[in-house]
């Protein structure tokens, strides 16, 4: 099926550093994106001004903003069960009793990792693996009451998600087996984590949800399927996963008694690259049965579909539920990596009900100012009622706002050099979410792990 376009808006905002602006074409406004949700409600209509070297030369903020470092890789966990992890990733904030906050937080170790996630016993997988999750309990000033390890022994967290009964689901980016980098098992699976606490969900790989390189998830809360980023570098490129469980929205747990894994196909897209018209729309979305979930020997992205094919999409990576829909994010295409076309990122919108698929925002490169490094991670609702989007690229790394009108702006910049005086190089952010209450912004530093508390006048 050919795509109906709609005509494109395209905006061209500064991003309130002083130096740089961001492009973005956009299909008309953003409220659509925000119909139905709690984030709706805020104004979502200007950013917060300019931001303000911090003297510390750790987080720039707009005036009135202030942060708080909750945690940093090398510290010793509050639990006394080890130090900090690094290489933080991604995060979701849960409530809890007293306005007290729960964090879950990812850490994408590799086998080489050199801050491995504490092994915990109960709470690791394979003993091998250096990656996992830690859970800090916050009171309702943000003080740091509590923090510990949460799972271990897993490898690449990456991302993931949360649930509607208020647990975390991380992600493995790795398809690497059991033999391979000094692994005892298999890895590349989705685990889940209830960061209030973790031992009543243990270390359990939910393998009916597929063997591959995850990214993100994310819930639709009134059927309980669970949608898939895969992050795939070269072609074959990832694939977006529906995961249709045998007990929908049962709880704790209830991911573990199976379910059916599916692959999205666009009929007449091979490549979601070569759609560059926002507002693009596809009806009549189809979804295939994944023939081997547990690529026993072939990855998914590998596996025969039919005749007719699967379509693919490179660095398919945020994911999140907002309003009807599930939105998620193609951080990058580029051509001389085999893509069909070029971007610097796209947010998709898939509305179940009606099966349909539409290209909602694309970064560049068809427009007037570029964002060194503008490839789009991590994206997540703002209680302004617009998105807040994690920046991963080269150069100087952002977290920008993008509010309901399309209009862009910076609204955080990270001042950690990891490189050297002559050679600088900041760490990406991660994991940008908020507290229920939406006073809190809480993000983290890639390099070096650093998990931050922001507070300021949100709702102005």
């Known amino acids: 099926m050919t795509a109906s376009g709609r005509s494109a808006t395209r905006r061209q905002m500064l991003a309130g550093t002083g130096a740089l602006g961001v492009g973005i074409a956009f299909s008309g406004a953003l409220s659509e994106l925000f119909a139905g949700t709690a984030a709706a409600q805020g104004l979502g209509r200007t950013g917060y001004g300019p931001l303000v070297p911090d003297p510390k030369g750790v987080l720039d903020l707009p005036e009135g903003f202030r942060y708080r470092i909750l945690s ?3 510290d010793e966990l509050r639990s006394g069960e080890g130090r900090v992890p690094s290489n933080h990733d991604g995060m979701a904030a849960f409530g809890g009793r007293g306005g007290r906050v729960h964090l879950v937080r990812n850490h994408e170790n590799r086998a080489d990792g050199k801050a491995p996630v504490p092994t915990i016993e109960g709470l690791t997988y394979d003993p091998a693996g250096k990656g996992g999750c830690t859970a800090l309990t916050l009171d309702s000033h943000n003080r740091v009451r509590s ?3 949460a799972i271990a022994g897993t490898a690449v967290n990456c991302a993931g998600g949360p649930t509607p009964w208020d647990t975390w ?4 980016e790795t398809e690497d087996k059991a033999g391979t980098n000094g692994y005892t098992k298999d890895h590349g ?3 889940e984590v209830d960061p209030a606490d973790p031992h009543r969900t243990g270390a359990v790989p939910l393998t009916t949800m597929g063997r591959f390189a995850h990214e993100a998830i994310a819930v639709d809360p009134r059927r309980g399927v669970v949608y898939e980023t895969e992050d795939a570098f070269e072609k074959p490129f ?4 529906r995961f249709l469980p045998d007990r929908p929205l049962g709880g704790r747990g209830s991911l573990r008694a199976g379910g059916r894994l599916q692959a999205m196909r666009v009929p007449g897209v091979p490549d979601l690259s070569s759609i560059q018209d926002v507002g693009a729309e596809f009806d009549k979305i189809e979804w295939v049965d994944v023939p081997d979930p547990q690529a026993a020997q072939t990855p998914i992205r590998f596996q025969d579909f039919g005749r007719k094919g699967i379509t693919h999409a490179q660095k398919l990576e945020g994911c999140y539920w907002g309003g009807r829909s599930v939105y998620f994010v193609s951080s990058f295409a580029r051509r001389s990596d085999g893509s ?4 610097f990122g796209q947010v998709w919108r898939y509305d179940p009900e009606r099966r349909r698929l539409t290209l909602v925002i694309v970064f560049g490169p068809d427009t007037d100012v570029q964002l060194p490094g503008e490839s789009p991670d991590n994206i997540c609702l703002a209680p302004s009622g617009g998105l807040m989007v994690c920046e991963d690229g080269d150069g100087a790394q952002h977290v920008y706002g993008v509010t309901r009108r399309g209009e862009v702006y910076a609204m955080a910049r990270n001042r950690q050099n990891i490189g050297t005086e002559q050679q600088p190089e900041w760490g990406e952010f991660a ?3 908020f507290s229920p209450d939406g006073d809190t912004m809480y993000v983290n530093c890639y390099r070096p792990g650093t998990t931050f508390a922001v507070t300021g006048p949100w709702r102005r």
């Open 72 to 74: 940093r890789e090398g």
């Open 431 to 433: 994991g940008v979410t």
């Open 147 to 149: 923090e510990r390890v």
């Open 189 to 191: 699976f989705i685990f």
């Open 340 to 343: 069909a076309a070029d971007h």
């Open 238 to 241: 990832g694939l977006f996963y």
């Open 169 to 172: 689901l991380t992600c493995e």
